[in-house]
């Protein structure tokens, strides 16, 4: 990009640009491009999925089919949502897997209740602040074993499990034991994330003979195999939560940390725990919305809501300049309390009531000018009263819900793949900042400010949709987008995924990092010219991104009084939504 004099911005994504007070050029309407279906919006990109007694909807096809097959087979939702993760692991390893964490909200049918379940690991014993001043660090490596936690995903599945599963663990990964070995086809997608893996690879050896064929990555269509993952995955089925956290999982990852640089002991695996939490929301035009509290940055989506819900937003439209504005300037206020609140709070004492309050989000909407973008957005003042994912969703026959994310953090985590056991360990712990003032700084046995974010929403006391947005700090800025398209503009749930989006990008990081406080707005191809105008004349920076970035939405609406479940899945990523 290049900044040219005042009042023009210019942006060259694919080839075209953008500058204020120019002519703008379009051609898709939404994300997916055209089409020219005969009934309902023309532009939506697929057909709603609808069923009546369990659905599974995800980012790849085998693994929300591996999902319903346990469904069918007499599982209920949390042993689909185990089955899947386990698949996802092996068919988009770049983005998930057993190294990494997971965040979890159920609705439990049985209580008629909602439990959260934040399964995130904790930075290691023997790692502190020093270790990266002595190196002239002032920022953690995103790369290599200084950036490891301990992965919270298999304890995560096991807590879940014990609490509401009826399949074994045998019947569970089953599938993904024989793809692992037997191979399963590359897909389009997934295939452009795997392309750079070599580069990536390049100082990793044990990463390269893990997911590369014959030093390559393995394109669209390639068959892939990955029987080191199949057999720590039958480890896990004889030995349980133990194996990875006690046995011989764990040792083969300390062994490895200890001869490579890194801070891993066996009291970090042994002293891991998941921890049970309370999920928090707002009421959102009757629709009550759940986020779960930080360490992760779901709170960051009521934070906005509040502020939106003051103004008429179904009056202006899903492409309007005015309502586009007012999301941006929410999302400034909302990520500029996350840089400074957001963090573990086993640690701090964080005021997260009162910055999910309605008296906060009115205070914040003042902040807001319907005429101009805001630069340099402080941390509002509430008064303490003493990279890459997947998501997926599962809604059983008895309308158990689950909704469920899982993630690496960066694409392929840390890069790191301890010898052969088949997948490669997170980089959750390059969140965390070092500055000794920050709240969200590395300490020992601590976990790092967490960016992915299930949600559900409840009506009338019944869940009413359980859905997700991956990708980074997309995942709170398109949560609201997409409830937005539900409850304001009457999108159905597919709608209201293939609708193009925004992204806001730059603020302050929850690192300690500084950046641009006015920042950028990325927007899709779908967003009319007409509408940036809009947004250039009220000071906004725009550029217009194809390609990733604006998250992977999959959603499941359960329609009560017809007893049938919506499914949806996101034209950006190669997955599907299917039922029985």
């Not at 089919?65 to 949390?78: E, I, P, R």
């Not at 009826?166 to 997934?190: A, C, M, R, T, W």
């Not at 997948?423 to 920050?438: K, P, S, Y």
Request: charged residues 20%.
């Amino acid at each position: 990009m290049l900044r040219l004099t005042a009042g023009f911005w210019l942006g060259t994504v694919t080839g075209w640009a953008i500058l204020a007070g120019w002519t703008l050029f379009s051609t898709s309407v939404f994300a997916g491009g055209p089409y020219d279906r005969p009934v309902g919006d023309p532009h939506q990109s697929r057909s709603t999925v609808i069923s009546t007694q369990g659905m599974v909807a995800t980012s790849h096809p085998l693994a929300a089919s591996v999902g319903l097959d346990v469904l069918k087979d007499g599982g209920n939702a949390v042993d689909a949502a185990i089955a899947t993760n386990a698949m996802l692991g092996l068919v988009e390893p770049m983005s998930c897997g057993i190294g990494g964490d997971l965040f979890v909200i159920y609705w439990d049918a049985k209580t008629e209740k909602l439990y959260g379940l934040n399964a995130s690991g904790r930075s290691p014993y023997g790692l502190n602040r020093n270790v990266f001043a002595e190196q002239g660090l002032k920022q953690i490596p995103i790369t290599g074993p200084l950036s490891w936690s301990v992965p919270g995903c298999v304890d995560g599945w096991f807590e879940l499990h014990q609490r509401f599963g009826k399949h074994g663990f045998d019947k569970i990964l089953q599938p993904s034991i024989e793809y692992g070995e037997n191979g399963f086809p590359v897909s389009e997608i997934i295939a452009g994330y795997w392309s750079s893996a070599d580069k990536a690879f390049a100082d990793y050896p044990d990463s390269a003979a893990t997911y590369l064929i014959d030093g390559k990555p393995p394109r669209e269509g390639d068959l892939f195999r990955n029987p080191n993952l199949a057999d720590t995955y039958r480890r896990l089925v004889a030995g349980g939560r133990e194996e990875f956290y006690r046995g011989s999982i764990a040792k083969r990852i300390v062994d490895f940390s200890q001869q490579h640089g890194g801070y891993f002991s066996l009291r970090d695996f042994t002293d891991h725990t998941s921890t049970w939490v309370d999920p928090v929301s707002t009421n959102y035009r009757g629709y009550d919305v759940w986020e779960l509290p930080p360490n992760g940055q779901g709170i960051a989506a009521l934070e906005m809501l509040n502020v939106l819900e003051g103004y008429d937003i179904a009056s202006m439209g899903p492409l309007d300049p005015e309502y586009l504005h007012r999301f941006v300037e929410a999302k400034k206020l909302a990520f500029a309390d996350r840089a400074k609140f957001y963090s573990d709070p086993d640690f701090n004492e964080l005021p997260i009531a009162e910055l999910i309050s309605k008296a906060y989000g009115d205070r914040q909407r003042q902040r807001i000018d319907l005429r101009k973008a805001a630069s340099d957005v402080d941390a509002g003042d509430p008064i303490l009263q003493q990279g890459d994912t997947v998501y997926l969703t599962v809604v059983d026959k008895d309308r158990n819900c689950c909704s469920f994310i899982q993630s690496n953090y960066y694409g392929f985590g840390s890069k790191v793949t301890p010898g052969d056991v088949g997948f490669v360990i997170q980089n959750r712990g390059a969140l965390f900042a070092l500055q000794e003032e920050h709240l969200n700084r590395l300490e020992p046995h601590k976990r790092p400010f967490h960016t992915i974010i299930p949600a559900m929403v409840t009506k009338d006391g019944k869940p009413w949709l359980c859905f997700g947005v991956m990708g980074g700090d997309m995942q709170p800025q398109g949560h609201v987008q997409i409830l937005v398209n539900l409850i304001d503009f009457g999108m159905n749930v597919q709608q209201a995924g293939d609708s193009p989006r925004i992204r806001h990008v730059g603020s302050q990081q929850p690192t300690g990092t500084e950046m641009d406080g006015s920042g950028t707005v990325n927007v899709e191809s779908g967003i009319p010219d007409e509408a940036v105008r809009g947004l250039l004349a009220r000071g906004h920076r725009i550029a217009r991104v194809a390609g990733g970035g604006y998250g992977g939405y999959q959603a499941i609406r359960i329609d009560w009084k017809r007893g049938t479940l919506h499914g949806a899945t996101e034209p950006r990523k190669d997955g599907m939504a299917t039922g029985y």
